[in-house]
């Protein structure tokens, strides 16, 4: 069997996919502003940057760079999607279990990669930025609400009408095709 391994680099910046079990749900544009104290609350905790994120109704993407003499990005996404179930949990959306007892909202892992350089770095937030029109969520991503982009937008780091040229970005970030 194949063993993945995590590359724990202190100080790293990350790209991560943190997807949903059931990929028919849109529980994270429903509750978004839950998921936005759920990582305000695990920034508080356990702090890093985010560079870069997009929330789609049953994924999202994200950047983040962690603190210099910090790798532990497990923890983070334990606190932030432990921190997100609960909320829901007490704004009434009935939460499955799994057969070991757990809540069965979120899939148990995520994906990873070690951002290496500059270059890597625009790749993956041209992805993550693109991603909506990818899904097929939104026809250009500036009309994706839910997207860092934005941010860049008003900095003037990116144009408004950003990737509506309909040019795909290419990458595979360990999403079903």
Known sequence: ?????????????????????????????????????????????????????????EHLHTIWTLPPSDADFSAR?????????????EAGLTLERDPRGEYDLWQRRFWEHTVRDIDDLRRCMDYIHYNPVKHGWATSPANWKLSSLHRYIREGTLPPDWGGNGAAIEGDFGEPV
Request: hydrophobic residues 45%; glycine residues 8%.
């Open 1 to 57: 069997m194949v063993r993945y391994r995590r590359n724990f680099v202190p100080g790293g910046t990350f790209f991560f996919t943190v997807t949903l079990r059931d990929r028919r749900s849109s529980v994270l544009v429903d509750h978004v502003d839950l998921l936005r104290n759920a990582f305000r609350r695990t920034r508080g905790a356990l702090p890093f940057d985010v560079h870069a994120i997009v929330v789609l109704p």
């Open 77 to 89: 996404w334990r606190k932030i999607k432990g921190a997100f179930t609960r909320s829901v949990g």
